[in-house]
């Protein structure tokens, strides 16, 4: 069992930034593949980043691509996305994940473990 709380999500205007930071419970942290999904009102949950374990590689969602990125500590157990330049059509609950043996980085039914989100919102 994997616990993830995440936290840092609030109201901003557009051209803001944000960083949102999840905390995992499990000593084996760095055993997983650790996404961020987001969710707006009335859409399917969507990719936004991911990373590998050991934080070699990144791999992002073409809408956020050169915006937002995704990083690990592993002996703190923690992973973030920072958000600059942040749009309207960025807000939505945000969701970390954590997972094994992905096979598509960019699916949600592949991450077995998820928090309970936090909200972004921005003003235009």
């Known amino acids: 069992q994997v616990q993830l709380v995440e936290s840092g999500g609030g109201l901003v205007q557009a051209g803001g930034s944000l960083r949102l930071s999840c905390a995992a419970s499990r000593r084996t942290f760095s055993s997983y593949t650790m996404g961020w999904f987001r969710q707006a009102p009335g859409k399917e949950r969507e990719f936004v980043a991911c990373?590998?374990?050991?934080?070699?590689?990144?791999y992002y969602a073409d809408s956020v691509k050169g915006r937002f990125t995704i990083s690990r500590d592993n002996p703190s157990n923690t992973v973030h996305l920072q958000m600059k330049n942040l749009k309207p059509e960025d807000t939505a609950v945000y969701y970390c994940?954590?997972?094994?043996?992905?096979?598509?980085?960019?699916?949600?039914?592949?991450?077995?473990?998820w928090g309970q989100g936090t909200q972004v919102t921005v003003s235009s």
């Open positions: 994940a954590a997972g094994q043996s992905i096979d598509s980085l960019s699916s949600p039914r592949e991450y077995g473990y």
């Open positions: 990373i590998s374990r050991n934080g070699g590689w990144s």
